[in-house]
């Protein structure tokens, strides 16, 4: 195996891919040796403030693992660890070292990127810098942490079906850290909570279900 190593800085070079951020770090993956690991430290390393959506991002490639529970398994204490720095006002992601050591391979970055590049060509023009106010401000980051860190559980459970749709959600919130778009934010704030709250009537009517049937089986 590869030693971990660092990309190079985040900024296109002359010639290089063009676009948003998210199109300039979904080409630079392309670039590069296919078997070279990429350590969570390197792909982090002087992002700033879009460290959270870096992490998020690559956090949540497992979950994407049609396997139910394998992918989730590691994806969802990942984005919980998010959620609860973002909870509690952290500036900057703090990574295990155990963590920070490992990463997934250009190759496997590339691959996974190659099949969602035509699902954000869609929302290249979409996703963009907006409403700033909410992808930085303290309590904005807090509500943002609390729900990661309610899919970050979900996301570990080994629920048949769950794995995309979690999984696409959370690529939904790791772009809008990204970008910084507080517009889309917001609308994931909202589809979230409204997601959670169908979950919690859904689980609770199933247990009085189960239940009645468990009582009539006695």
């Known amino acids: 195996m590869n030693s971990p190593s660092e990309p190079a800085p985040a ?32 792909l982090l390393h002087g992002l700033g403030h879009t460290a959270f959506g870096m992490f998020l991002f690559v956090a949540i490639l497992p979950g994407f693992i049609p396997i139910p529970g394998a992918g989730g398994m ?3 204490p990942l984005v919980v660890l998010i959620g609860l720095q973002l909870l509690v006002g952290r500036r900057k992601p703090w990574v295990p070292g155990f963590v920070g050591r490992r990463g997934p391979r250009r190759g496997t970055m590339a691959r996974f990127c190659n099949r969602i590049t035509p699902w954000m060509a869609r929302l290249e023009h979409l996703v963009r810098p907006r409403l700033q106010v909410l992808t930085g401000n303290r309590l904005a980051n807090a509500l943002t942490g609390l ?15 769950t794995n995309y749709l979690f999984a696409g959600l959370l690529l ?47």
């Open 11 to 42: 900024g296109p070079a002359p010639g290089g891919p063009r676009g948003n951020g998210i199109a300039r770090l979904l080409q630079s993956f392309a670039h590069g040796d296919p078997e070279e690991q990429l350590s969570v430290d390197g």
């Open 74 to 76: 590691v994806s969802g």
């Open 147 to 161: 729900l990661l860190l309610a899919l970050g559980v979900l996301l570990a459970l080994p629920l048949p079906m």
């Open 172 to 218: 939904l919130y790791a772009l809008a850290l990204m970008e910084r778009d507080g517009a889309l934010l917001l609308a994931l704030w909202l589809f979230s909570i409204a997601g959670l709250l169908s979950m919690g009537l859904l689980s609770e009517r199933l247990v009085v279900v189960v239940g009645r049937w468990l009582g009539q089986l006695w």
